[in-house]
């Protein structure tokens, strides 16, 4: 009984996503480089969990892709990096929706600490980067911004009366 209007996001999800990419873009101080939340993870976490059903890996996938064009990095990293989280999110969303923030918490910083040993090892195999510990600071920063951005997100879902 679904047609190809129930596969199609609302205006509210499209919104919040191009929100993110558009935190990514933000010009950051140079205190701060590496420890910039991954907004756009954030995002795509939160709907992952809220409308499973609706905004799958391909949304994540494209999401990621866009970054990569904003970006100017890669073609496909970040598009292979956001698919894999939404894949991990969408197939155990059952069992993360019965832990508390700080439980999502831990697991945003696993996520995004396998996302960017990822990054950081195509990055060495292409460019030669070194692996430093300051690159791992954007994990931590995004696991502390989940409780608000989830709480944020959460009320404009019920405000807009978005769901499944």
Known sequence: MSSHADSRLSP?????IVLALLLSQIPYPEWMKYAVP?????????????IPERFGVGYAWLSGLLLDILNYSLIGL????????GFVVIATHRRIR???????CIIIFVLCTISIGFKLWVHNLVYG???QLVYWQSALTT????PFVYMFLRVVRHRTGTST
Do not use: R
């Open 12 to 16: 509210v999800v499209l919104t919040t």
């Open 38 to 50: 991954d907004w756009v993870l954030l995002v795509l976490f939160y709907w992952c969990l809220a």
């Open 78 to 85: 970040e598009a292979l990096e956001k698919a894999f989280v």
């Open 98 to 104: 019965l832990y508390d923030l700080w439980q999502q």
């Open 129 to 131: 980067t070194e692996l």
């Open 143 to 146: 696991c502390l911004f989940w």
